[in-house]
């Protein structure tokens, strides 16, 4: 019992005593999500660190960006992927299926970017973030070019790049660390939703997609499945 | 509309006049599975090809094997997570999770075996299939050798070769033509199980495993859960 | 002695009780060729097996493609190349000298299809099989296309992955099972020709061949040389 | 001119108005460095991003830790060997040179730390760090309980971890935004040594070294060497 | 016709006139092969450097070594197997089935040396030769230590490095250079043996090696096929 | 003690009586360098390989080409950096700082010669060496051509090739045997320059170069730094 709730591998120490912002986070959390992700539990063994790691994760994945919410998520989950980051594709898969409102784009991006047929500008933004993990020592001025060309400013460039190497990071943490997943994201945004995006659309706007055709209902139809009570969609996913 | 229905990016050839027993066996999938797999659809310019993938497929998967069916899933899917394969993570990880009666374990397979932490005979089964599929060329005796100290006798040693190997067949078709997963594979056994696996279950029987704790049962309970009016678990997975 | 008689590493098994098509069929492979190919007695210890492979291997290599069957055992070779696989590297380069005619061209293609200079069609083709091989997950839209431009029906295509498809397959299994190749393979097909394929014809037709210059003719001249009383050239491949 | 002043490729914006606590980091590093660390002039566009770069980078460099700061300044290096990151090698290059008192341990971490013979805690710690490096999906307990026999806790483990993984994410954003290291790391720390570290005690502490054989003292000894008046060694490095 | 005549893809400028001891070395490969290998008349537009590359080559693979000469020869075709050398896969292949008058085990190694079932001794040379191509970064003292342990002396070790490093050099300008093998290589040694090595003394000593069972005999039976009037067997065989 | 005179790990013999050219050549060191390089140390078991490999060495790095001799340094520096060379990294590392009279540029190329802005011509040198480096068997045509349209001829590609494959092959042997580089080339031309080459000129000629902006002056202001009583810049380098 024990063993499902230490969230690592790794005894780093006992959970600190929260300074009060850290306590308002997990706070949040357990509101909005309805558990604490492990990655923070794992590093809640020290305020400094967990405070450090948030304020990093936050303001990539939440702060001002030219890139998309979702996008973010996209690039977190083509790094992942890369690396089979057990962690990572299950918490960020969840956001994506989540952000896109498409639970089969996050088993896409998961499993092989390649395949989704994404919009140039995507698929340029994730050839990019997957060369800088494979091979970050051969990129160079025309990958950055390759970027512009798709239509990223330099800023965009920077946060691609710092989005795709946080996970870098935390893909390795975890693997070093065995964070295990909270089991709650295997089941997130799950539901086939009502509007399929076609090809073109994926991973875009969720406006103006055409119905879904032929496919089994939820009892109460589209809106948002709903997990412990709370509702799935919307939710914004944390780290 | 027709984009959608081509399963594969190729378009080797209309579908041909399907022999009876070919015709039979897509009408089995229908009947049992509510479609056909697409990688099966792709075959269908040619009875020949056709007849020849399904009955190499069927053999190898629900055929006599020291290896349970569950098992021989858990290698199509850990082959097809290196190779990044879309289309065989979809449908396997399907059938890991049906199978399994795991959720979990499919995603667990798909993303990286090793955080599974699953029993040493899954796990010298997987990480041999692995080698095999990364470095076929450094396979020795040195590695049967370990396969027969976990266990495995000779037969099972050809069982989970030949499973691995065909799974890097598949993997390779898929992506030379870009077969696409039926969507439905994407929905199949999401279920949160009324049982939750421990780790030193996993992968393995289905008995005797703890009720799972505090989680939102599904209305019915731990009733497999109904894709198209069909039962979702023990439906037959098919290639 | 009872080592020498052994194919493979595996002891899957007793021979099965062939059932009369694979009777004949082993018949026809000593009728044909002096020997059954040890890949087919690895197999033999289950009749679904052994023709479950036979069927996808003669379709593949045998039955109506765009392809010529040169070509195709060309793309076993290359594949085989890349994963170091000592079972098919000797009986499918075999397959390439007789097929071609051309004793260099199967060492050739075994040792770096890229020093063959091939005419582009079959460059193209080689260089999409290699790829499919080394990196399944990094194959696109812009590969198939390659392949159109080379000349290559969409067809064509799923032919070319299907064949270096099968050989990621059949060479994992020989490497897992250490399958030795029967050693007939090493010897047939090694005498110098007549003609000398210029770099412009290698691996194209055989007609036209300007005359090789100065090289010790055999008693008998370009003729075949023979094996055990048959023909080495002109000899049906199998498998 | 404005060329060698752009610390990066990317134009991600003018230096923000820096708040309060970012201008005293900047007077800090101008008063004990004599110059403001690129990266942080490449993260000056924006304030949250720059503290928390400076938060974790400091937290994990500077802050309490089984390991020592020499020790996480090797990691920092050997990480950034496999990555072949300019901008990291050359900036904690100097670090170690300066941190170990040792010119050539520096060079040895950035060329290929194998070569160096170091003690065997060291070598476990950075053949961790490399793996996780080259291959985060491949750790496993086993790699962890290495560590654990070669003395290092739990909570070690996670330093080394937190550490290593951190530099892959910077390596990455350097490479990505080819951030130029200040000239000035070129030249720290480069004098010969009046000890010489025998590969017994290479690493670890200085004490009780044994004097450098016949080489050209430096005037002054082993005094620090000055750069622009501020002693080389014995500075704070700073991320 | 001046097509085949170029060694290689090339022109680095006409032949020199050749010093006399570079005279004299030609006439004995005429002399002696029946050809020039074509690695020396591509090196032949300078005397230097020809000069140079013979000293080294023949000071390897022919002067006084504990390695046997069958042994350097298998390094240099496992080295060149690795790297996809045509050429020396070609010229060295031939060496090896001179040498170890084994027709097969030149193949064996051109494949995988895996394959090849050697002793311990060979098996340990071979390992040793092809990590130190794949990852030369890694090889360290254990690596050494296990050559020591399968019996091979310092100087042993020296040698094997030495020859496997310089087949990575040569592999290396063949490749860049295109140098094509004369085509002699490719017939040289070819014939079935009557003594067929067991997998205990493949590789081994020559003798008391089983009569080879039920193969056709060569007109002459055992005796050394003939190429252009010479043995083909007992060739000193040249870089 | 022996330890530190050990320049390798390997115990090849003692030193040979070494021929009156040899030894000449060993005094040339000592009067020109201070020190005989390991490299050549770690030979001097052997007359003929130790001649071999200097005659070699030199032709290559000394004689006529179209490559400067600052060129070849920087091939024999990034292969080594592919390959962690630290012998070769730490002696050419030092002869490229040396012959660039720019001690950051042989920091440049150690590290990745990526980050360094070449001229266009060294840019394509260097790629090209990489890739044989990396992929020998993936060098083709277009890789000569493309040094052709940087301006090369074919026999400037001779010597890119053959300097990059003899580096291949000392990496491999320095790091077989472990040899160690000699301590003085840590130190030699380390000291700041007057003049800074701009990024344009970096690599090239070093002439109008523009004035080193604001660096502390060693005492003596350009003149060459003295190691050991002897200039530090403008030695020849010696293999």
């Given at each position: 019992?024990?063993?499902?709730?230490?969230?690592?591998?790794?005894?780093?120490g006992p959970e600190a005593n929260l300074d009060p912002d850290m306590q308002a986070y997990f706070a949040k959390c357990m509101d909005k999500l309805g558990f604490v992700p492990n990655v923070l539990r794992a590093y809640a063994?020290?305020?400094?660190?967990?405070?450090?790691f948030i304020a990093m994760a936050d303001d990539?994945?939440?702060?001002?960006?030219?890139?998309?919410?979702?996008?973010?998520?996209?690039?977190?989950?083509?790094?992942?992927?890369?690396?089979?980051?057990?962690?990572?594709?299950?918490?960020?898969?969840?956001?994506?299926?989540q952000r896109g409102k498409d639970p089969e784009l996050g088993e896409l991006i998961a499993q092989n970017y390649r395949a989704a047929e994404l919009p140039p500008r995507q698929k340029a933004m994730l050839a990019f973030a997957v060369k800088l993990t494979?091979?970050?020592?051969?990129?160079?001025?025309?990958?950055?070019?390759?970027?512009?060309?798709?239509?990223?400013?330099?800023?965009?460039?920077?946060?691609?790049?710092?989005?795709?190497?946080?996970?870098?990071?935390?893909?390795?943490?975890?693997?070093?660390?065995?964070?295990?997943?909270?089991?709650?994201?295997?089941?997130l945004a799950r539901e086939p939703m009502d509007v399929i995006p076609s090809r073109a659309t994926r991973g875009a706007a969720v406006d103006d997609r055409r119905p879904a055709p032929?496919?089994?209902?939820?009892?109460?139809?589209?809106?948002?499945?709903?997990?412990?009570?709370r509702p799935a969609w919307g939710i914004l996913p944390l780290s």
């Open positions: 019992m024990a063993n499902t709730d230490r969230p690592t591998a790794l005894d780093a063994f020290d305020n400094a660190k967990l405070r450090a990539l994945m939440l702060g001002d960006s030219g890139l998309s919410k979702l996008e973010r998520e996209m690039i977190a989950v083509a790094v992942s992927s890369v690396n089979h980051c057990h962690y990572c594709l299950t918490a960020h898969g969840a956001a994506v299926r494979e091979t970050p020592d051969k990129v160079e001025e025309a990958d950055r070019e390759a970027l512009r060309r798709a239509g990223f400013s330099d800023r965009d460039v920077w946060d691609i790049a710092a989005v795709a190497a946080f996970y870098n990071m935390s893909n390795r943490l975890a693997a070093a660390a065995d964070i295990r997943p909270n089991r709650e994201y295997h089941y032929a496919r089994n209902p939820q009892p109460g139809g589209g809106a948002p499945a709903r997990v412990d009570g």
